[in-house]
């Protein structure tokens, strides 16, 4: 089991984009956990960063440690029930971006492999055969944004939100993301100082006004 090194960065030490009295979008950097860990020194995160300026704010989804990204949190329980029913049922639209080891050679594609954790490596997940004891149904689609000399900028927009699923169906494809400690070999942890997943666009209608929402953060892997 690797050992989790939490340095939490201090710059930006919030990104705030919108809030009212249903909701909350932030930025989050890289490095910060969505939510804490057990450990007490995992205690600081974007939730609790985002308590200290507004208490009532509720955890709604999360995004990995190292990801980056478009996240929204809730501001009460109607919010909160009403958003984590939208992810659940599919009915929002998530978009990452990633830079990936090699050249891509189709434009776009399907990624369609069932995931399930690694017993014997956790928190490890891996592509399983589907109807297999504890693996879940999951789907990506990607699409080729640049093709770099060594590298590929990629769209993918999951059709679920299985644990490390992007990275796990990258590394699938043949193409880990670059940076990734988790599932990259020595050559793609240290090409890139940290992991290259962000979370540029996320939609998503209003909990009470029913209004469509979108809320983008460019990503930050330009060549």
């Not at 689609?141 to 640049?146: A, D, F, G, K, Q």
Request: charged share 20%.
């Amino acid at each position: 089991m690797q050992i989790f090194d939490y340095q939490p960065p201090s710059i930006p030490w919030l990104d705030l984009r919108y809030q009212d009295r249903d909701l909350i979008i932030i930025n989050k950097p890289s490095g910060l956990l969505s939510n804490p860990g057990r450990a007490a020194h995992t205690f600081d995160c974007a939730l609790t960063r985002l308590q200290r300026l507004y208490p009532d704010t509720i955890l709604v989804h999360r995004l990995d440690c190292a990801t980056s990204g478009i996240m929204v949190f809730a501001r009460n329980k109607k919010a909160e029930s009403q958003l984590k029913t939208q992810f659940q049922d599919r009915q929002n639209e998530k978009v990452y971006i990633a830079e990936v080891m090699g050249v891509i050679a189709k434009d776009s594609g399907i990624i369609d492999l069932a995931i399930a954790p690694d017993p014997e490596h956790p928190p490890y997940q891996k592509t399983q055969t589907s109807g297999t004891a504890g693996a879940k149904s999951a789907l990506t689609h990607y699409r080729v944004l640049e093709r770099r000399e060594n590298s590929t900028l990629v769209e993918l927009t999951p059709q679920t939100g299985r644990t490390h699923q992007l990275r796990v169906h990258m590394l699938a494809l043949g193409h880990p993301i670059l940076g990734d400690e988790f599932y990259g070999d020595d050559e793609v942890i240290k090409a890139r100082p940290r992991l290259c997943l962000h979370a540029q666009s996320l939609r998503f209608t209003h909990p009470y006004s029913g209004k469509a929402m979108h809320f983008y953060s460019k990503h930050p892997f330009s060549a």
